[in-house]
């Protein structure tokens, strides 16, 4: 907690108890890089989550006044803030589903790979914290670069000895949305009623939309697919270049963040028939992490889904992903192990 509550406060402190028993059957979420631009709207939506009875929000700045901000809500989760590497493990201790939106975004000219040398050490550190305080929790992973920073998390977590692959989710889910809305342009749809898989990974051409499996079942021509594909992969670079040195996507980065927690958290609850793509340790190729569609429920990644039939096009893209993915994949292992 930032400060003790004083006697005045005392009170209030009895009503979030209240609360959260109110809330009992509700879930602990804790988000790493709260006051940023993605962890500021991520901790509104989080708070409007009726899933959600506790949420923990921690930032090395500003965390005291984005917590109060939001505490304010009148929805039941109670909100908690810390600050600073000194209250990390209690930002984290009891948490079922960590979500981490902590480092720095990108700026034009720049591709996510440019953010390692910075961003991996935060996720090194935030992964330490978890495997002490909450080796159980679920992690999302949003910090870029996504394919290097998810092989990171599970090399720590493996150093500690509490590495559970089916708890630990790269967050992609912001392709997909890209993808659907991208799409339902085209066939002129509502976007909530089309789902395109993306699998592979989350930069550049690792980012494979399969169109021959969108749904509902649609064809596409030769130059619609070229302009899908190129939009889907390269959907992060149109909002750093419009941003113009501001950062990168933090709205629609939220809002796919809280649907993939809201999915994960469904699972945990044990609805059934939760599935959505996330870049995880697979076997659906060679490599050793994949995004995929995968079965989410009480313990995390229960199925990963086959990519099912491919066609000439999307072979090729596969390929390509699988090449430039490998060398993402062993610069985050070699990072920890080196
Ligand atoms: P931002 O700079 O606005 O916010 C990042 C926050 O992280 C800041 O509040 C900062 O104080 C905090 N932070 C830095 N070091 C920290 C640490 N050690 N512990 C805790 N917090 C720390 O950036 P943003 O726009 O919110 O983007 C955050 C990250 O998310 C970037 O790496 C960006 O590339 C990535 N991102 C990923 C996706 C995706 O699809 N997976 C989409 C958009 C952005
Ligand atoms: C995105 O896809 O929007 C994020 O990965 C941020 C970025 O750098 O493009």
Known sequence: HLQ????????????????????????????LGAA????????????????????????????????ADISHMDTSAVVRGFLGQQQLEDALTGMDLVIIPAGVPRKPGMTRDDL?????????????????????AIVNVISNPVNSTVPIAAEVFKKAGT??????????????????????????????????????GHAGVT??????????????????????T????????????????????????????????DACLRGLRGDAGIVQCAYVASEVTELPFFASKVRLGRTGVEEIHP???????????LEKAKKELAGSIQKGVSFIRK
């Not at 509550?5 to 009503?15: H, I």
């Not at 990519?307 to 893209?317: S, T």
């Open 36 to 67: 940023g631009g993605i962890g500021q709207p991520l901790a509104l939506l989080m708070k409007m989550n009726p899933l959600v009875s506790v949420l923990h929000l921690y930032d090395v700045v500003n965390a005291p006044g984005v917590t």
């Open 4 to 31: 003790p509550p004083n006697d005045s406060q005392m009170g209030d402190l009895r009503r979030e108890n209240c609360r959260a028993k109110g809330a009992s059957g509700g879930f602990k979420v804790g988000v």
């Open 116 to 136: 390692f040398n910075i961003n991996a050490g935060i996720v090194k550190t935030l992964c330490e914290g978890i495997a002490k305080c909450c080796p159980k």
């Open 307 to 317: 990519l099912g039939p491919l066609n000439e096009y999307e072979r090729a893209g």
């Open 230 to 261: 190129d939009r889907i992969q390269n959907g992060g670079t149109e909002v750093v270049e419009a941003k113009a040195g501001a950062g990168s996507a933090t709205l629609s980065m939220a809002y796919a963040a809280v649907k993939f927690a």
């Open 163 to 200: 590495y559970d692959p089916k708890r630990l989710l790269g967050v992609t889910m912001l392709d997909v949305v890209r993808a659907n809305t991208f799409v339902a342009e085209v066939l002129g749809l509502d976007p909530r009623e089309v789902d395109v898989p993306v699998v592979g």
């Open 207 to 228: 980012i494979l939309p399969l169109l021959s499996q969108v749904k509902p079942s649609s064809s596409f021509t030769p130059k619609e697919i070229d302009y899908l």
